[in-house]
């Protein structure tokens, strides 16, 4: 039988990214619940508007009433928990709202599903899949082998500690109440619809309105970069084969540096787009550092490779390069983001930086 799934944070990028996926690969209601904040995007989704099995729903996932209310009313028996703050630099800015949306807002969430789950007598097909990030883990020297999903939590963010936060949460859920959760810790994604405030997007954007690239530290930090699509067919993967309780590592297998990143996109958006306003490597700034900035992360991905069949598929050079394409040949949808939020952010966190 289909699923009937609520995908909270579905307008933002990882999110609207697997709306879609899920959209194309199976039956059933979909609902989507987001704050529509600085990040969540209507137009993300737009195209799914007509569609009978689609609802939008501009909602706080920390309003209990409302959460609720929803589960019941569209009879859900899936929960996709995208919904965060998720940009460290902001949660170095203000933390409060990390602790809020991410710790409050993932319990809040918990406490809806565990009622639904309850008064239908805890059906075995329920599921809870808690979408989360590498960064709880900490930081890796150059020669330390990648975390592993018995790595030790040592959060070294705002971010990266009220996610692991909410990870502990998911995973008190399912220990104590036996809830069917599955949590997920992922790298770094890349590709479409990310909102410009990440390496990537960023980088696109201020090459083309020939602002210059802040590039923080020595810029000899290290990702480990996975394209978005990959990280939803493994959520797909880990919803429908994972067990109860189950925790996945998922990343690319990819480590590259942010300069070697930027390096590339200079040089992708070179060859690619025909109207630069300055030659992009010349933009390269190198500006103080990010507080507490982690040196490197990389994923062992073996238990997702073997017990479930999942890799990623895309070649990180394609898959750049089909990146700068997007943000080539979609300005109206990066356009409509420079608003006075935006500004205000950038100027803020990038004015006060030499
Ligand atoms: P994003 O910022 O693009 O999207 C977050 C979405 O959540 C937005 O649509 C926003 O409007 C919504 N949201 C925020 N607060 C909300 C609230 N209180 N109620 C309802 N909706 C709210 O983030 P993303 O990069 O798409 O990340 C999605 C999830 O994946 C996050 O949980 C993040 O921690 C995790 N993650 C991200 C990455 C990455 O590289 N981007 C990697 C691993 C894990
Ligand atoms: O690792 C998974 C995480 O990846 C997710 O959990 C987060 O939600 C997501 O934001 C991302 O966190 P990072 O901090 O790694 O991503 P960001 O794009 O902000 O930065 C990537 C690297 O680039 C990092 O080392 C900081 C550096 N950087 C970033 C920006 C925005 C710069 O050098 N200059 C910049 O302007």
Redesign the pocket.
């Known amino acids: 039988m289909s699923k009937r799934i609520l995908i ?2 579905g ?5 609207s990214n697997f709306v879609h996926h899920w959209c194309e690969n199976h039956e059933g209601r979909v609902v989507v ?5 600085y ?2 995007n209507e137009a993300n989704v737009s195209d799914l508007a007509s569609q009978d099995r689609f609802r939008l729903v501009k ?4 309003d209990a009433p409302l959460v609720a209310k929803l589960l019941e009313a569209e009879k859900i028996d899936t929960v996709v928990h ?6 460290v630099d902001r949660s170095i800015l203000g933390p409060a709202a990390f602790v809020q ?1 991410n710790v409050v ?1 993932t319990f809040t969430l918990l406490e809806a599903f565990r009622n639904r789950w309850n008064s239908e007598g805890q059906p075995s097909d329920y599921r809870f899949l808690h ?4 960064e709880v883990y900490g930081s890796l020297e150059a020669d330390d082998p990648p975390f592993t999903e018995t790595t030790p939590y040592a959060p070294n963010s705002p971010y990266s500690a009220s ?1 692991a936060g909410s990870d502990h949460l998911a995973r008190a859920y399912f220990h104590t109440y036996g809830m069917p959760t599955l949590i997920t810790n ?4 890349y590709g479409p619809y ?2 410009p405030e ?1 390496l990537i997007p960023l980088m696109c954007l201020n090459i083309l309105l020939g602002k210059s690239l802040p590039v923080y530290g020595d810029g000899q930090n290290v990702r480990d970069w996975l394209h978005v699509s990959d990280h939803c067919a493994a959520i797909d993967v880990v919803l429908h084969q994972a067990n109860p309780g189950d925790v996945y590592n998922i990343g690319g297998n990819n480590q590259v540096k942010n300069l070697d990143i930027v390096h590339s996109l200079c040089d992708l958006m070179s060859e690619l787009a025909s109207d630069l306003p300055k030659s992009p490597r010349d933009l390269i700034t190198f500006v103080t550092d990010r507080p507490g900035h982690d040196r490197r992360y990389a994923m062992d991905i073996s238990n997702i490779q073997k017990e479930l069949g999942w890799s990623p598929a895309y070649n990180f050079e394609k898959g750049l390069r089909q990146t700068v394409e997007w943000y080539l040949n979609n300005r109206e949808w990066w356009q409509a983001l420079l608003s006075e939020e935006y500004k205000g952010y950038y100027d803020n966190l990038y004015g006060n930086r030499p």
């Open positions: 909270t944070g307008a933002g990028f990882i999110g619940l987001d704050i529509l904040g990040a969540g909602g706080d996932i920390c995208f919904a965060a703050e998720s940009h949306t807002g979408v989360s990030t590498d996610k992922c790298s770094n994604n990310q909102f990440k």
